[in-house]
């Protein structure tokens, strides 16, 4: 007896799940189900957190006819669940009315109420079964793990998004306000010395908003742009960028010899390394260390990159991705927050931790084409 779904593949694949995907592997799992004697009828029940409600699967064996609605609306009332077993565990339940034997396999308690695969069966269940649908509720349990982690990062990337367009269009009002008043005193100085200044000024307003138009491309996982990447590369380009002030500090970063390939918006993935990256040189102490490095595995790479500095307070981390929240003097609380929905945008995540001995680290997790890809 197998399993025909790959946890592997569930992974891999995980941002571009569906309601309908995880209705569908339910269906799967309950069709592998009733096809094992002696079952005859399985009920599935989980919380899909894009519909945020529970959702239930239903099948019965070839030969099995359905049962009358009166039966369903009892089995989905629940009055007959009266003990609430460990998850993962396959619990013997006595149905009002029915003479076959019913088995419950919890999947998880969430939102106060139980996810679980309800079995009705002709006669018990030997030990193999037993274990098969043990095994059914674990990869049940991961790929609704999966969906749900997927739920949240779509919830966050929306609240990332609306905020970016929020911010754009706030600061769009106030550069087109500025470059009015700029080309209004370059008429106004013609002929001036001051004139020049006034020009410099309409300059820096266009350059801003290039910058801004930017910003809210990130805002839109749509506008990726993807290109195979050299990681290595990317990263000493970002320290190339900041060398000025790691010279004045006189700090010394090391970076690994090894390197790998990666899929993604070269110009977005340079914001994610340059945030982080002037952020641990801002805080380092002077000729701190900064360490770089990555572990390449399959199917992602793990890159992590520390310093010296004072580290993070407990209110750092937890606000730290916030918008708006920065330690640095003068810093828009923006950077990591951008950062962070760039990363997501890419299938990856990103997250801050104490280091023990002083420091802080910010580790980020992106997938990694596969050779042949």
Same mark, same amino acid.
């Given at each position: 007896?197998?399993?025909g779904?790959s946890?592997?593949k569930l992974?891999n694949?995980?941002n571009?799940?569906?309601?309908?995907d995880?209705?569908?592997f339910?269906?799967?799992?309950?069709?592998?189900?009733?096809s094992?004697y002696p079952?005859f009828?399985v009920?599935?029940v989980?919380?899909?957190c894009?519909l945020?409600?529970?959702?239930e *699967?239903?099948?019965? +064996?070839?030969d099995?006819?359905?049962?009358?609605?009166k039966t =369903?609306? /009892?089995? #989905?009332s629940? %009055?007959w669940?009266?003990?609430?077993?460990?998850a993962?565990?396959l619990?013997?339940?006595?149905l009002?009315g029915?003479?076959s034997?019913s088995?419950?396999?919890?999947?998880a308690?969430?939102?106060?109420?139980?996810?679980?695969i309800?079995?009705?069966?002709?006669?018990?269940?030997?030990?193999s079964?037993q274990?098969? *649908?043990?095994?059914? +509720?674990?990869?049940?349990?991961k790929y609704?793990?999966i969906y =749900?982690? /997927?739920? #949240?990062?779509? %919830?966050?990337?929306?609240l990332l998004?609306d905020?970016?367009h929020?911010?754009?269009?706030?600061?769009?009002?106030s550069?087109?306000?500025?470059g009015l008043?700029a080309h209004n005193?370059?008429?106004?100085?013609e002929?001036?010395?001051?004139q020049?200044q006034?020009t410099?000024?309409?300059e820096s307003?266009?350059d801003l908003?290039?910058?801004?138009?930017?910003l809210?491309?990130?805002?839109?996982?749509?506008? =990726?742009?993807?290109t195979?990447?050299d990681l290595?590369?990317?990263v000493?380009e970002s320290i190339t960028?900041?060398?000025?002030?790691i010279n004045?500090?006189?700090?010394?970063i090391?970076i690994?010899d090894?390197s790998?390939t990666?899929?993604?918006?070269?110009?977005?993935?340079?914001?994610?390394?340059?945030?982080?990256?002037s952020n641990?040189?801002?805080?380092?102490?002077?000729s701190?260390t900064i360490t770089?490095?990555w572990?390449?595995f399959?199917d992602e790479?793990?890159i992590?990159?520390?310093?010296?500095?004072?580290?993070?307070s407990?209110?750092?981390l937890?606000?730290?991705?916030?918008?708006f929240?920065?330690?640095?003097?003068?810093?828009t609380?923006?950077g990591?927050?951008?950062?962070k929905?760039i990363?997501?945008?890419h299938q990856g995540s990103i997250?801050?931790?104490v280091l023990?001995?002083?420091?802080?680290?910010?580790?980020?997790?992106?997938p990694?084409?596969r050779?042949?890809?």
């Amino acid at each position: 007896m197998t399993l025909g779904f790959s946890v592997q593949k569930l992974d891999n694949d995980s941002n571009y799940l569906s309601s309908s995907d995880i209705q569908n592997f339910c269906q799967l799992e309950s069709e592998q189900l009733t096809s094992q004697y002696p079952i005859f009828f399985v009920r599935i029940v989980y919380h899909d957190c894009l519909l945020k409600n529970h959702q239930e *699967v239903i099948h019965y +064996a070839q030969d099995q006819a359905p049962f009358s609605p009166k039966t =369903l609306a /009892y089995l #989905r009332s629940e %009055t007959w669940l009266t003990d609430f077993p460990p998850a993962f565990t396959l619990n013997e339940f006595r149905l009002s009315g029915f003479s076959s034997i019913s088995y419950l396999c919890p999947i998880a308690y969430r939102n106060q109420k139980p996810e679980y695969i309800q079995i009705i069966t002709h006669e018990p269940l030997s030990k193999s079964l037993q274990l098969y *649908v043990k095994r059914s +509720a674990i990869l049940l349990s991961k790929y609704v793990d999966i969906y =749900l982690n /997927y739920g #949240r990062q779509k %919830t966050e990337i929306q609240l990332l998004e609306d905020i970016l367009h929020r911010v754009g269009h706030q600061l769009r009002n106030s550069l087109g306000l500025i470059g009015l008043y700029a080309h209004n005193l370059c008429l106004g100085l013609e002929d001036n010395p001051w004139q020049e200044q006034a020009t410099i000024i309409g300059e820096s307003i266009q350059d801003l908003d290039t910058n801004l138009n930017e910003l809210i491309d990130c805002g839109q996982s749509a506008k =990726l742009r993807v290109t195979f990447q050299d990681l290595r590369s990317l990263v000493v380009e970002s320290i190339t960028n900041l060398q000025p002030l790691i010279n004045q500090k006189k700090v010394k970063i090391f970076i690994p010899d090894t390197s790998t390939t990666l899929k993604i918006d070269r110009l977005q993935m340079k914001q994610v390394f340059d945030n982080i990256l002037s952020n641990a040189v801002h805080f380092s102490p002077n000729s701190g260390t900064i360490t770089c490095s990555w572990q390449i595995f399959q199917d992602e790479v793990l890159i992590k990159i520390s310093d010296q500095g004072p580290g993070l307070s407990k209110e750092d981390l937890q606000k730290v991705f916030t918008p708006f929240y920065s330690q640095r003097r003068g810093g828009t609380g923006l950077g990591l927050t951008i950062a962070k929905k760039i990363v997501l945008d890419h299938q990856g995540s990103i997250w801050a931790q104490v280091l023990s001995e002083r420091g802080a680290q910010f580790s980020v997790i992106l997938p990694r084409p596969r050779s042949g890809n």
